[in-house]
């Protein structure tokens, strides 16, 4: 088991930035991959960014150059940093740990709103 907590959401301006961070625990050494996704009301979850346990990283295209993943192995920490936020990002960022033992597992966590107003 993965447990993961994120924290780090919140209100911000158009143009604005914010950090995601997502703290995990648990049964480690299985994980592969690290990643962001998004639900926007009415709408389907979506892989935000990934980083594999090798260190490449996958960005959803429309996002590259403004969103970055990184990972604190030290701190136990996932963080996605959002620069030049647009209202169209608004939803509920979920950290996720896709995990490969026997079979794939995906872990996720509570989920953290994030709002950008016009």
């Known amino acids: 088991q993965v447990q993961l907590v994120e924290s780090g959401g919140g209100l911000v301006q158009s143009g604005g930035s914010l950090r995601l961070s997502c703290t995990y625990s648990?049964?480690?050494?299985?994980?592969?991959?690290w990643a962001w996704y998004r639900q926007a009301p009415g709408k389907e979850r979506e892989m935000v960014a990934r980083i594999s346990r090798g260190g490449d990283l996958t960005y959803l295209d429309s996002l590259r150059g403004r969103f970055t993943i990184s990972k604190d192995s030290a701190k136990s920490t996932l963080y996605l940093q959002m620069n030049s936020l647009k209202p169209e990002d608004t939803a509920v960022y979920y950290c996720?740990?896709?995990?490969?033992?026997?079979?794939?597992?995906?872990?996720w966590g509570q989920g953290t709103q994030v709002t950008v107003s016009s």
């Open positions: 996720n740990a896709l995990e490969v033992l026997g079979g794939i597992n995906d872990y």
């Open positions: 648990g049964r480690l050494f299985s994980i592969t991959a």
